[in-house]
């Protein structure tokens, strides 16, 4: 009985572990709201949703050509948006700090707890002094840094809650072996992530807009569509303006929904069929998969309208939160505290 006592964590220990698991649940939730807000904030800063659509979004202008339409840089902003997404992130930063400090508080329960810790702050300093500095549309790098930051928080805390709350199934030989297609299946997505993004930092999705793509993408050159230093031109309105260049990357970005939408596709009729632990995560990553391609054809038919497209991004956040614990679900051998 006193062994027994001994070895059972004190009320004061139950307290902080609830309490740590409280925070990690709730950044977990701020962060995801943040992600979506600021898609919001960024497309709707673009021009999409505009009124007189697409003439306030960005200029088509083919090699050696006239601008198609005159647009205006800056659209207005819905203040409620900004607001929200301003005290969100600020709520957001508080708890990441506490985390922190719980963190460090229970390292020697365990030290892969702390270094996720210490990158969540990391990431919420970059990103709140990116933000600071370099507000300019004009520098993709900046927004696209913003949305992988956001993602990357995204995933780490979901993937600290899981393995605070969750339990992984037993190993199995099919497990095993599938695990390192779901490692793959976490890179094809995010390498999709990352082109999305790069799409919208560069204003390029009004570019091809008919189904399956657009003529001319061919003549734009690699090394400026994915310049990671580039800067966006514009007209001397103040337009953005896009041409091959950016038709090219728009569409490297559907080739490769397309080689994302076969894999992952793929990966949940194989995760699915390793039986019943495994089969809801699976069914659940081919149902955001297919909303997702249906997100995606529905944008271009119906013109990109704002609503669609911030739903997509948060698609995207779904997919990858259900890839996350696909990981954890599979692991690769035993599992640490």
Not at 248 to 271: E, K, P, T
Not at 317 to 333: F, K, R
């Amino acid at each position: 009985m006193n062994l027994i006592a001994i070895a059972s964590p004190s009320p004061t220990t139950r307290r902080g572990s609830s309490l740590f698991i409280l925070l990690v649940s709730a950044s977990t939730l701020l962060v995801f709201v943040v992600v979506v807000l600021s898609a919001y904030l960024r497309l709707a800063g673009s021009g999409l949703g505009c009124e007189n659509w697409p003439a306030c979004y960005a200029v088509f202008k083919p090699e050696g050509g006239a601008w198609q339409d005159i647009a205006a840089l800056r659209v207005p902003i819905p203040a409620w948006a900004t607001l929200t997404h301003r005290l969100v992130a600020t709520v957001l930063g508080v708890f990441i700090f506490g985390i922190t400090i719980m963190a460090i508080a229970r390292r020697r329960e365990s030290t892969t707890h702390v270094l996720i810790a210490l990158i969540l702050l990391g990431l919420t300093i970059f990103l709140s002094v990116l933000g600071y500095i370099t507000p300019s549309p004009l520098l993709p790098w900046v927004t696209l840094s913003n949305l992988l930051g956001g993602m990357a928080m995204l995933a780490l805390l979901w993937w600290l809650g899981q393995r605070l709350t969750g339990t992984a199934p037993g190993m199995t030989d099919a497990s095993v072996r599938l695990r390192p297609w779901v490692r793959l299946g976490l890179v094809v997505l995010l390498l999709q992530i990352t082109l999305g993004g790069w799409v919208s930092a560069n204003y390029a999705a009004a570019v091809c807009p008919a189904l399956p793509g657009c003529e001319g993408w061919l003549t734009g050159s690699p090394g400026n569509s994915f310049n990671p230093a580039r800067t966006l031109g514009v007209t001397p309105q103040g337009a953005v303006i896009a041409d091959e260049n950016t038709q090219l990357l728009h569409m490297v970005h559907r080739l490769g929904a397309v080689a994302a939408f076969l894999y992952l596709g793929w990966l949940g009729w194989r995760v699915a069929r390793l039986g019943k632990p495994w089969r809801t995560t699976a069914i659940v990553l081919l149902v955001f998969l297919l909303l997702q391609v249906l997100l995606g054809i529905a944008m271009v038919a119906l013109r990109l309208p704002l609503s669609l497209v911030t739903t997509h991004n948060a698609m995207a956040a779904l997919l990858l939160l259900t890839l996350v614990n696909l990981n954890h679900l599979l692991p690769s051998g035993a599992r640490s505290a």
